[in-house]
């Protein structure tokens, strides 16, 4: 039954390749994106499940939280198990659950057809880079040059070839900000409506990332640099009424409860004192969250160094670290062109990628932890320098892309 979950799950990915592509595209990206997802399969068989690098560890345990679902469902019968049934669900809901769908249908464990899941959902991030990457002004060379990038990026390689939440995040993340731009250059209520629902989804993978989302996203309502029209006005009105719902209507919850503590935990020395214990810690000056934090900066940024001591999982990581550091210097002239041609979108972004890092520096204290949590950070960037490569492949002028890659294809 595994393996027909791994044939569904190709067919899934060649409908959302060739639905949300134009064909000539489609026909481009499909081989690419299947040959990222068989990769993901043989990285899950060969070195993720096989002991070859001792890495993870959470994506054994919502194997378990998936497990613990299916016998719930056995004893009575289908529903949405709650935070309140199980605590331990609080901000991972979405992917337990999807898990326990796949192990179900199973009849038992089934890692791979889990993983499987998770590979299509790292491919349709993908697309999304794409699409978005467009819709910033990259031509099809660029944007195509980045949907390869993203699906053969180490570090996201490596945390969407298991069960691990990673994907899950980075996926809604990157696919809440397109619709976020996507509002700005051209209001659709439509779009409020599928925004709505990859916000709820967010909630249930890693809950604060909602708030972290909100600011960009009522910045693409407000337009920033014009004034309100009506339909914009109301928009932001429901979006801050569905903000104070959420806030007021369901404190106290057990999911809103982990939400709030999340940071504070993460922050918290005894966490990161903990965090800091293993092979690839760091330990800084001051036992305040926010002491050193021009460091931490660095650290969440840039590292692991290429001088770094470390398991082997850390060395493999310098191969991500320097890929990122070509995608950041590109993101930074990328922004600059931005900064005089589309103020306001590049402002929408600034508004995740400048909160994300200093909330993920004041948790640092371990490499491999970083590594994980910035890959949305790392991916918006990315977007920069697809706008930058556009430049340099029209000789140093910017393309005259669409000003919207439109959401029919959703």
């Known amino acids: 039954m595994e393996y027909i979950v791994v044939a569904v799950a190709v067919v899934a990915l060649a409908v959302i390749v060739h639905a949300s592509l134009e064909g000539a595209v489609a026909r481009r990206a499909f081989p690419v994106l299947l040959l ?4 993901r399969l043989l990285v ?3 070195v993720t499940r096989s002991g070859v690098i001792h890495y993870g560890g959470d994506n054994r345990v919502y194997e378990i939280w998936a497990t613990e679902i299916v016998a719930s469902w056995k004893s009575a019968g289908f529903h949405v198990v709650t935070a309140e049934e199980n605590p331990a669900l609080a901000g991972v809901a979405l992917p337990c659950h999807l ?3 796949v192990i179900y249908l199973c009849g038992g464990p089934a890692p791979l057809a889990c993983t499987a899941v998770v590979a299509v959902v790292a491919c349709a991030l993908c697309v999304v880079m794409y699409r978005f990457a467009r819709l910033l002004g990259a031509d099809e060379r660029a944007a195509f040059l980045l949907l390869v990038v993203t699906a053969f990026l ?4 490596l945390h969407t070839s298991d069960t691990y939440k990673d994907g899950f995040n980075a996926f809604l993340v990157v696919a809440s900000l397109y619709l976020g731009v996507s509002m700005a250059r051209r209001f659709e209520v439509r779009k409020v409506l599928i925004l709505g629902c990859l916000l709820w989804a967010l909630w249930n993978v890693r809950s604060y990332m909602v708030f972290m989302c909100l600011v960009p996203l009522a910045v693409s309502l407000l337009g920033v640099d014009r004034g309100f029209s009506p339909r914009r006005l109301l928009a932001f009105g429901a979006l801050l009424a569905g903000a104070a719902f959420i806030y007021y209507g369901v404190i106290g919850t057990a999911a809103v409860e982990a939400m709030m503590d ?3 935990t993460g922050q918290s020395e005894a966490v990161r004192q903990a965090n800091g214990d293993g092979g690839s810690g760091v330990s800084f ?6 002491s050193s934090l021009g460091l931490k900066l660095l650290y969440t940024v840039f590292s692991p160094f290429p001088w770094a001591q470390g398991s082997l999982a850390l060395q493999l990581g310098k191969i991500d670290a320097l890929v990122s550091y070509f995608l950041l210097f590109a993101a930074v002239r990328g922004a600059r062109f931005l900064w005089r041609t589309d ?3 590049l402002l929408i972004l600034l508004f995740f990628l400048v909160p994300g890092v200093i909330v993920y520096s004041t948790t640092m204290a371990n490499v491999g932890l970083i590594f994980r949590q910035r890959m949305p950070i790392v991916m918006v960037a990315s977007l920069l320098a697809a706008v930058r490569w556009t430049r340099n492949s029209r ?3 910017q393309s005259n892309a669409p000003a919207e890659i439109e959401l029919n294809r959703i």
Do not use: E, I, K
């Open 36 to 39: 990222a997802f068989a990769a």
């Open 395 to 397: 000789g140093g002028q």
């Open 343 to 345: 103020r306001r979108v």
């Open 285 to 290: 000056d001051g036992g305040s969250a926010w």
């Open 99 to 101: 898990f326990a769908v």
């Open 154 to 157: 180490p570090s996201f390689l």
């Open 262 to 264: 999340q940071l504070d």
């Open 44 to 46: 899950h068989v060969f």
